[in-house]
């Protein structure tokens, strides 16, 4: 019977996306399963009201989405 990885994952997250090629090649290299579970990242703690962000708040975001075009690029991903 192969391990099963609990995986939480919140697919409106980029980082997830790029992410999840990756724990998919654990299925295969060394055989185990997936079991995907939703997880809410809660967004406004992380990065401010939409409508209220700062400087500091909108250089988080623009960080994150840069870093996740560089990791998606290496994967072949745009």
Not at 4 to 13: P, V
Not at 26 to 53: I, K, S
Not at 64 to 74: L, Q
Request: aromatic content about 16%; overall charge positive; glycine content about 6%.
């Amino acid at each position: 019977m192969p391990l099963t990885i609990t995986a939480y994952t919140d697919f409106r997250r980029p980082y997830t996306y790029v992410a999840k090629a990756e724990a998919y090649s654990w299925e295969t290299d060394f055989g185990v399963t997936l079991d995907w579970l939703p997880y809410t990242t809660p967004l406004q703690e992380v990065f401010g009201p939409a409508d209220g962000r700062n400087e500091r708040e909108f250089r988080k975001i623009k960080y994150m989405y840069k870093n996740v075009r560089r990791i998606g690029a290496d994967q072949g991903l745009t």
